[in-house]
């Protein structure tokens, strides 16, 4: 199922846009860890307990693959019920064993601009294959705080306008995107794909620095990515 945008939005919004966060993160740091995580990675292929990422109803066509091959690694995991609308609520996660293993990535995402962390993944496709334009929700007014980021940029990540057929591929190392008002995917890459989403909350000082949408809530990295100079 393919969901058409239902909210208007602050008219100074184009789609598809994201707001890189590469100037408010460590990159170099960032890009060292590239041959530790890839080389945990390469352990866990053999392992099939690692969960398929599914990307939810809300994608681009009727038929379109929902569990597109990618698996997740949890750096966090629920304390109780694995409730989508909680990923950003600090109090509902705890470390899971992932956290250990990948100890000095985590390391790294204690420097991210939050002031708590909730759930915490490592996404992963040892064959690179194509990840399916999907919607995270549909909830206007619910406006995620989170940080993908990777450490190559191997992986061809876009955001999507359905409307237009245009995409724009995220050339940054990291990135915060309207996730409800546009579609996001990734194109085949036929290697080894890693990516990395941390959500939670934003540190207050961080978080005066974005703008606020007087409606759609969901649209607030589009209007800062839009905004910004």
């Known amino acids: 199922m393919s969901g058409e945008v239902a909210e208007r939005v602050d008219p100074r919004i184009k789609y598809p846009s994201y707001k890189s ?29 690692d969960l398929a990422f ?35 609520n600090p109090g509902a996660w705890e470390p899971a064993e992932g956290a250990t293993e990948f100890s000095e990535l985590m390391e790294f995402i204690a420097t991210l601009p939050f002031k708590a962390t909730a759930r915490m993944l490592i996404m992963y496709d040892p064959e690179g294959r194509a990840v399916t334009a999907h919607r995270d929700h549909v909830s206007y007014d619910l406006c995620h705080e989170f940080i993908w980021f990777r450490t190559n940029l191997r992986k061809p990540f876009y955001m999507l306008n359905e409307n237009t057929g245009e995409k724009q591929y995220v050339e940054s190392h990291s990135a915060w995107f309207d996730s409800v008002n546009q579609f996001h995917g990734g194109d085949a890459s036929g290697e080894l794909a890693i990516s990395i989403r941390v959500d939670g909350l934003f540190s207050d000082d961080f978080k005066a620095r974005i703008p606020v949408p007087e409606y759609n809530l969901a649209s607030a990295p589009s209007l800062w990515a839009c905004t910004a100079r």
């Open 21 to 49: 966060f590469d100037e408010f993160i460590d990159v170099d740091w960032l890009k060292s860890l590239d041959g530790y995580v890839t080389e945990r990675i390469q352990r866990r292929l053999d392992a099939a307990k």
């Open 54 to 88: 599914y990307t939810g109803p809300f994608v681009m066509g009727e038929k379109a693959e929902v569990k597109p091959g990618s698996k997740m690694v949890y750096l966090s995991q629920p304390k109780g019920e694995d409730n989508y609308y909680d990923l950003d």
